[in-house]
């Protein structure tokens, strides 16, 4: 009978999370213990507490398990077989799952590996507890200077953010425009990451002033309220007519694909990150920017949390977050879905002690 600790968990489907005690898990061969310095919550943690049955097992998940699914900590104990790491090191943990052997994952795309559809925190157990089991070690990353408190949020808002950008950064030439619909958690480290990897002119579109003030902060050249029908014109007169060449839709909804799409230009790229669940009923010749390209959400690679991390322990990007006590782990996910935190909320089991 191993030590019980705290942990946040669903336990049954369309029921709110209860904190509850169980085991803490014993590292197996090839398998890591965290304890937990922090781990962040996230707009997806709301979804999954209100799916239906059939959608979470279609994904292959079971109740009950963990949320949290940016999670940065210390190592606590190592199973058998695993090298490189030491118990104590500060780490964060890529956010997905992924089986370092399909297809996908030997050629670097583990993003994409066939096993993503559940994760640490998605249908497995999670960090929002005090130590977390991590099946395989290839999704843990040592930190240099950064505290592992802070550090979740980059696994999961800041990777994927990085991976879209990353992608569009060919088309970002001196002289080029690109634009960040949504400048919420994932649309702010857009807008850093695009200010520091390119020379791009950054125009984000948010409708909370608070949000296009901090977009400002962290680089943005032009803030834009929105998004609403006058969005396409609006971005379009920004950028001399033609449109920019690149699009970045953190926001995903119905206005934000009918009015960002047109506003690409030819040869340039529509990025649809945010999980709006929008869509689109429009004819799609002369709608898609001509020769352009459109791609989806597929969240970060382990190679984008490296570069992410480096480019934040080097002070090249802000990593705002606000600390919650796990007692006040409730609030936490209140003030995330009234809009009214400043930073990603990470909740910090280690105070709890
Ligand atoms: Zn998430
Ligand atoms: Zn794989």
Redesign the pocket.
């Known amino acids: 009978m191993g030590q019980p600790m705290k942990a946040f968990r669903l336990t049954q489907w369309q029921k709110p999370p209860q904190l509850v005690e169980m085991e803490i898990p014993t590292p197996a061969y090839g398998q890591v213990l965290i304890k937990v310095a922090g781990a962040g919550l996230?707009?997806?943690?709301i979804g999954m507490m209100g799916m239906p049955e059939a959608m979470g097992r279609m994904a292959g998940w079971n109740m009950p398990f963990t949320l949290g699914?940016?999670v940065g900590g210390w190592i606590a104990q190592l199973g058998a077989g695993v090298r490189g790491l030491a118990v104590g090191d500060p780490v964060v943990l890529v956010?997905a799952h992924s089986c370092g052997h399909c297809h996908y994952c030997m050629s670097g795309h583990d993003n994409s590996c066939v096993e993503t559809h559940s994760g640490r925190g998605y249908g497995r157990d999670g960090g929002l507890a005090e130590y977390m089991l991590v099946d395989n070690a290839r999704a843990v990353i040592k930190l240099n200077t950064l505290d592992p408190r802070d550090a979740g949020p980059l696994s999961?808002?800041g990777a994927t953010a990085y991976h879209a950008v990353r992608r569009v950064l060919p088309k970002l030439v001196p002289g080029s425009s690109a634009v960040v619909i949504g400048a919420g958690g994932l649309g702010s480290f857009a807008i850093q990451f695009l200010r520091v990897l390119s020379p791009a002119r950054v125009i984000a579109v948010d409708n909370n002033p608070a949000r296009r003030a901090l977009a400002l902060e962290f680089g943005a050249h032009e803030v834009l309220a929105g998004v609403d029908e006058r969005t396409t014109a609006a971005l379009k007169e920004i950028t001399g007519g033609a449109g920019a060449e690149a699009v970045l839709d953190f926001v995903g909804n119905d206005i934000s694909l009918e009015q960002g799409m047109p506003a690409v230009r030819s040869t340039g790229s529509f990025a649809l990150v945010g999980a709006g669940g929008g869509t689109l009923n429009k004819n799609l010749w002369g709608y898609l920017p001509k020769d352009g390209e459109l791609f989806s959400f597929q969240g970060g690679s382990i190679r984008d949390l490296r570069e992410v991390i480096a480019l934040v322990e080097a002070g090249l990007v802000r990593n705002e977050t606000e600390h919650f006590p796990f007692s006040k782990v409730e609030e936490a996910y209140k003030r995330l879905d009234e809009g009214t935190l400043r930073g990603r909320a990470v909740v910090t089991p280690d105070i709890w002690l």
Do not use: Q
Not at 42 to 45: A, E, I, K, L
């Open positions: 996230c707009h997806s943690d699914h940016e956010s999961d808002a």
